[in-house]
């Protein structure tokens, strides 16, 4: 088995708010993978004295462990379990009622010798690779699909439509949005490689077209995922038009992962 990942602030004045885990806890165990994208709130207005790093670092390392150790929950019950386990650190000192609360986007995937399970919240990406080298990607695209106007920028979204029924959702404080997660699972034998991309790292496919989701996969395993982001970055500088970006960020926070079983 190969894991690599990396991860790459957007800018080395901000915190980098994305999180990143991947292991095979034990031999026969199988093993685990668990990607976070935190979702910057505009200044002075989330009701919460904690930074989204803070609240990525505890949500993700919950989603680690309980992945790992409780293989009996569902990744419905485990998404659902580290919510509710990270607002109760926080609940006495927080609004954890305000709509930009500190939450994130949510890759998960877990796998053992029969099954590959994965959940994905909001706009981070999971690949499939095939034995024959089919990429199938695994999206939560709600995001994508809200009529225009309802954003008012490409990073922040209204607030009328976060976590809100016919809008989109992410994981903050109320465990429930894990029913709202994409889920599934996989026979192991279908599955050859695992990717996972935060959305800043998959520019290089949504926003640059510079490949479809299989020439993602391929970038990442012949030059790793840093080989990723350094792509991803020397397009966002070259794009001084702002014809791929748009209102968007210069650059993003980026996180790629690829697991190779």
Known sequence: MRIELATEPGSPERPNEDWVS??????????????????????GSDGCVHSVPWFT????????????????????????????????????????????????????????????????????VLLVEAPDGTVRPVLDDRLDRLPPGSLASEEIADARARNKEGGFFTAAADPLVSSRAVTGETPRAGVRALAALTDGASRWTEKFREGDWTATLGMLRKEGPQGLIDRVRELERADTGRVHLRRGKTHDDATAVLVEL
């Open 57 to 124: 670092a505890r949500l993700g390392s919950t989603l680690a462990e309980l992945s790992a150790s409780r293989r009996d929950l569902t990744l419905t019950d485990i998404l659902a379990t580290s919510i509710r386990r990270t607002a109760d650190t926080h609940r006495s000192l927080c609004d954890l009622s305000h709509v930009r609360t500190p939450q994130a986007t949510v890759v998960l995937a877990r796998w053992d010798e029969q099954r590959i399970e994965h959940l994905v919240l909001s706009d981070s």
């Open 22 to 43: 991947a292991a095979a806890p034990a031999a026969g165990q199988g093993g685990v993978l668990v990607l976070l994208d935190g979702v910057t709130p505009p200044v």
